[in-house]
């Protein structure tokens, strides 16, 4: 063993609940431990980062991680924290799910490693599809009674009808058991001794380790149960979203520099509390980059360190490199110049949302300001409008300020294809010759 699992997530503030024995049963010797993904996304998001970190520091603790998706479980839906029913998914729609995440997973965790604490991946959908209901009704239902199941935080709060709650059917009921008969399974199969999740994840992860004991009658079973905190803002809104919805953690999703500009963009005092969380520096270096961030807050270091950090480990060195160029560009004083070695792909990704006109090439030849501020492209609703703007030296090509007798041409083209024109600091369009 490297290091003290369970106090390496302490000081980093990921531990929330843990049952009494889990520890020492980390110290005394390698430990395989699961954490349970649902395919409700053909993709993971930021909010599943913690977990694959979670995992990724049980390997580098010495322990066997183990990643469970929920090919079966993500056909009925987890009710915790849900105060409706969830739409079921088909089996196709499932399926991709399925690929998608063990893909993203595969990019953490090396599952072709032939180490003795190599990390596996599971599905659990391969033990689920032949159990039949009445076989599962009388092996596993009769272990666990409905009133220890009702107690469950989860289910009761759907049937309160607290948040807006509407009830819970039968189907989600249900889940909770299939969920401690896969810690089960997992524990027979694989010697799977510890289950860890979302502090919403505690009542399902319980019942495993109850179910556990109790499929053992006789046995001394060992299980045990391990959350952290469910990851939120300094201002108490839900983590992981961006202006644009989900942050996720596929270029093709989210590019590489708007993942980039999240972590950028933190506030100091997330920052400091997602350091810890979601890098994997030691504790000196955090806590001397942290001393030296408040005593210089405007150079933003532990922003900078956090975007760098998370963007090399979810995408790659040369792919942060690439984001963290083109946000440089941005506020360079040579811009015109610079934003010319931006390829193609980095340069949309950047201006995503931008609005854009195209233009022809024969068109480029012989157009001036007012057409491609308002005839050509309808960036500025009127010739006049255009006319105001720049006799008001409020426009400017690729950055530099120009008046109305200004001769767009080829050499203001980035990526032989684009431009950029803004009008003051707010307005930015994009022209594109085609």
């Not at 045990?224 to 202006?243: N, R, W």
């Not at 810890?276 to 807050?297: G, N, Q, S, V, Y």
Request: with cysteine.
């Amino acid at each position: 063993m490297t290091e003290n699992f369970v106090e390496e997530l302490t000081w980093r503030g990921l531990v929330h609940d843990i049952m009494p024995g889990t520890e020492d049963q980390l110290k005394k010797e390698m430990t395989t431990a699961y954490i349970g993904f649902d395919p409700t996304s053909d993709s993971l998001h930021i909010g599943s980062l913690v977990p694959i970190i979670i995992l990724v520091h049980l390997e580098k603790a010495g322990h066997k991680p183990m990643a469970l998706v929920g090919g079966a479980t993500g056909m009925i839906g987890d009710p915790s924290g849900k105060s409706d029913e969830r739409n079921l998914l088909d089996e196709a729609t499932l399926a991709k799910n399925v690929a998608g995440i063990k893909g993203v997973l595969s990019r953490f965790l090396d599952f072709d490693s032939t180490a003795e604490n190599a990390p596996v991946l599971v599905n659990n959908y391969d033990w689920m599809k032949d159990f039949s209901f009445i076989d599962f009704a009388r092996d596993v239902g009769k272990r666990i009674t409905v009133n220890y199941m009702m107690a469950k935080d989860s289910v009761k709060k759907r049937f309160s009808g607290e948040e807006g709650s509407i009830g819970m059917s039968f189907t989600e009921f249900t889940y909770q058991l299939i969920q401690g008969y896969d810690f089960y399974h997992l524990h027979k199969h694989h010697n799977c001794l510890l289950q860890m999740g979302g502090s919403d994840q505690w009542g399902n992860i319980t019942t495993g380790t109850e179910l556990v004991r109790r499929m053992n009658p006789g046995v001394e079973a060992k299980a045990y149960a391990m959350t952290c905190p469910l990851i939120t803002k300094a201002d108490g809104s839900k983590f992981g979203k961006s202006e644009g919805g989900n942050v996720w953690l596929d270029a093709d999703k989210t590019s590489v520099y708007k993942f980039y500009q999240f972590w950028l963009n933190t506030t100091d005092e997330d920052a400091e509390k997602y350091i810890k969380i979601f890098t994997f520096l030691d504790k000196a270096t955090i806590e001397a980059l942290i001393a030296e961030h408040k005593e210089t807050p405007h150079l933003r270091l532990l922003q900078k360190k956090l975007a760098e950090e998370l963007t090399t480990f979810v995408h790659s060195k040369e792919e942060f490199e690439n984001a963290e160029k083109a946000s440089n560009i941005l506020f360079s004083k040579s811009f015109k110049a610079d934003i010319k070695t931006l390829d193609e792909k980095t340069f949309l990704d950047v201006f995503e949302g931008v609005p854009m006109a195209e233009i022809t090439k024969a068109e480029l030849e012989d157009i001036d300001m007012i057409a491609v501020l308002a005839a050509k492209t309808n960036f500025l609703a009127s010739n006049s409008e255009a006319r105001r703007a720049l006799k008001e030296n409020a426009v400017s090509v690729n950055k530099e300020k120009v008046k109305e007798d200004y001769k767009i041409s080829a050499d203001d083209l980035i990526n032989d294809s684009y431009i950029i024109i803004n009008k003051g600091k707010r307005n930015t369009y994009i022209v594109k010759v085609v």
